[in-house]
């Protein structure tokens, strides 16, 4: 069973930056698709970024050139640096892991975007 815990959520004011973490119950050197999704009240889930193999990455056209996803296989653990955010990203963000074909998902954190 994979297991996926976020955390750094939190209120931040607009411009500011926050970065998520999602620590990981199984070793990811091996696993390529790995994304951060996020959900806004009212809002279907949504790609935000990530991993699609090869070391390659992709984006949301909403948050390009402001969040960058990335990974550190020796912790097991997925990041997500988030800067100049704004109100509109605010959501529960989640991350995803597929493994033998199989999505797992987080608890997600709440990243609230307010002054």
């Known amino acids: 069973q994979v297991q996926l815990v976020e955390s750094g959520g939190g209120l931040v004011q607009p411009g500011g930056s926050l970065r998520l973490s999602c620590a990981a119950s199984?070793?990811?050197?091996?696993?390529?698709?790995i994304a951060w999704y996020r959900q806004a009240p009212g809002k279907q889930r949504e790609l935000v970024a990530g991993?699609?193999?090869?070391?390659?990455?992709n984006y949301a056209e909403s948050v390009k050139g402001r969040f960058t996803i990335s990974r550190d296989n020796a912790k097991n653990t997925v990041y997500l640096q988030m800067n100049s955010l704004k109100p509109e990203d605010t959501a529960v963000y989640y991350c995803n892991f597929e493994v033998f074909k199989i999505h797992y998902w987080g608890e997600g954190t709440l990243v609230t975007v307010s002054l």
């Open positions: 199984i070793s990811i050197f091996t696993i390529n698709n």
């Open positions: 991993f699609t193999g090869a070391g390659r990455t």
